[in-house]
Nanobody
Framework: QVQLVESGGGLVQPGGSLRLSCAAS????????MSWYRQGPGKERELVAH????????NYADSVKGRFTISRDNAKNTVYLQMNSLKPEDTAVYYC????????WGQGTQVTVSS
């Protein structure tokens, strides 16, 4: 059974940082590209970043380039999203995605950037 469990969200002030984690199980993690998506209030879900099974290359949405870093630890079956210089417009529910079983999603973790 494929499972993705996100953690690490919370409330942070503008300019602050958070690191999200997504623990994966039920499939051969190291063989698959992993992605982070987000869905802000009243917005459609959008791709934030993805990373190949071996760890590179990576790709980012223009809105987060230079501020967010995606990485993975294949020994721990975990993918991370380091988010720096956070802005109010980064407020969203962040989801982990794996291209298995037609597309697997976690439950999401809320990130709120506000003073």
């Amino acid at each position: 059974q494929v499972q993705l469990v996100e953690s690490g969200g919370g409330l942070v002030q503008p300019g602050g940082s958070l690191r999200l984690s997504c623990a994966a199980s039920g499939f051969t993690f190291r063989l698959h590209r992993m992605s982070w998506y987000r869905q802000g209030p009243g917005k459609e879900r959008e791709l934030v970043a993805h990373i190949t099974g071996g760890g590179s290359p990576t790709n980012y949405a223009d809105s987060v380039k230079g501020r967010f870093t995606i990485s993975r630890d294949n020994a721990k079956n975990t993918v991370y999203l380091q988010m720096n210089s956070l802005k109010p417009e980064d407020t969203a529910v962040y989801y982990c995605n794996a291209p298995v079983n037609g597309g697997a999603w976690g439950q999401g973790t809320q990130v709120t950037v506000s003073s």
